[in-house]
Nanobody, 121 residues
Framework: QVPLVESGGGLVQAGGSLRLSCAASGSIYMINFMGWSRQSPGKRRDMVATIASNGLTNYTDSVKGRFTISRDSAKNTVDLQMLSLDPDDTAVYYC???????????????WGQGTQVTVSS
């Protein structure tokens, strides 16, 4: 198992900022993609940002220019810096990682428990 532990969520006013952090632990041989998804009540979980092992990033259109994803591959951590937050950004944010636990195995996607981000207007 590879637990992912998120931190950094909370309540912020519109226009404010938050930084989410996620640390992966356990039996890790290699991590390919890491990322953040979010889910609002009554909506599906959507990918917000991903970062590959080579540092290549991808963002959903609604957060481009406001959110920045980064990772520390040596520490198996991924962060999401969120600026200019909007009430539409309110959601539970989930960390995700594609992890290979052995040299012989394939990649499996792991998810964190989620951290609430609430943006008040």
């Amino acid at each position: 198992q590879v637990p992912l532990v998120e931190s950094g969520g909370g309540l912020v006013q519109a226009g404010g900022s938050l930084r989410l952090s996620c640390a992966a632990s356990g039996s890790i041989y290699m991590i390919n993609f890491m990322g953040w998804s979010r889910q609002s009540p009554g909506k599906r979980r959507d990918m917000v940002a991903t970062i590959a092992s080579n540092g290549l990033t991808n963002y959903t259109d609604s957060v481009k220019g406001r959110f920045t994803i980064s990772r520390d591959s040596a520490k198996n951590t991924v962060d999401l810096q969120m600026l200019s937050l909007d009430p539409d950004d309110t959601a539970v944010y989930y960390c995700t990682a594609d992890v290979r636990t052995t040299i012989w195995g394939g990649y499996r996607t792991y998810w964190g428990q989620g951290t609430q981000v609430t943006v008040s207007s």
